[in-house]
């Protein structure tokens, strides 16, 4: 006669093991029993399935002689290595793709508006982007005051009798 204890003993196993695993709440905070993660995520998507996020807010103008520092925030699943891309890169910015930092600092002749820039992050199989944005580089508002006294000698010398005006020369 053959023997079905094997087949028993693991029916019994298996049986105590999910009585045991139905009395725990694994989603109780205050559960006593340790939750271990294996297998999927919380989002039931296997890790190679999960995409990059990338956030941030960049700044829409700067001032010409005034530095420019945007730096997005990006996150990957663990052990992936992110890397970052630019489009429309505006020609006096930096663009670092290791930390995804644009930076700059804008002279008179980059006054103008860049539209349309886009930075992305990649793990290597998947990305996301942040939505496009503008930089809108503007000169500051020169305000000039002028504070004189009038000459009262002509530049040889004489007497200024007859002064019809002023010319005055800036730059």
């Known amino acids: 006669m053959k023997s079905n204890f094997p087949a028993y003993a693991?029916?019994?196993t298996l049986v105590s093991l999910v009585s045991v695993l139905t009395g725990c709440n694994f989603d109780d905070p205050t559960s006593s029993v340790p939750a271990v993660?294996?297998?999927?995520?919380?989002?039931?998507?296997?890790?190679s399935s999960i995409a990059p996020t990338i956030s941030g807010a960049p700044a829409a103008s700067v001032m010409i002689g005034a530095a420019y520092a945007f730096h997005p925030s990006a996150s990957a699943a663990a052990g992936k290595t992110l890397t970052f891309a630019i489009k429309n890169k505006p020609a006096w910015a930096a663009f670092d793709a290791v930390s995804g930092m644009l930076s700059g600092t804008?002279?008179?002749a980059n006054v103008?508006?860049?539209?349309?820039?886009?930075?992305?992050?990649?793990?290597?199989a998947k990305g996301a982007s942040?939505?496009?944005?503008?930089?809108?580089v503007?000169?500051?508002?020169?305000?000039?005051?002028?504070?004189?006294?009038?000459?009262?000698?002509n530049t040889n010398g004489t007497n200024?009798?007859?002064l019809a005006g002023y010319r005055i020369y800036y730059g």
Do not use: C, N
């Open 130 to 136: 942040l939505t496009p944005f503008s930089i809108s």
């Open 10 to 12: 693991a029916a019994i």
């Open 112 to 124: 103008g508006t860049y539209a349309q820039i886009a930075i992305s992050v990649s793990d290597g």
């Open 37 to 47: 993660a294996h297998g999927p995520p919380a989002s039931g998507r296997p890790v």
């Open 106 to 108: 804008p002279v008179a």
């Open 160 to 162: 200024t009798t007859d």
């Open 138 to 153: 503007a000169q500051p508002e020169a305000q000039v005051t002028l504070s004189w006294t009038s000459p009262t000698l």
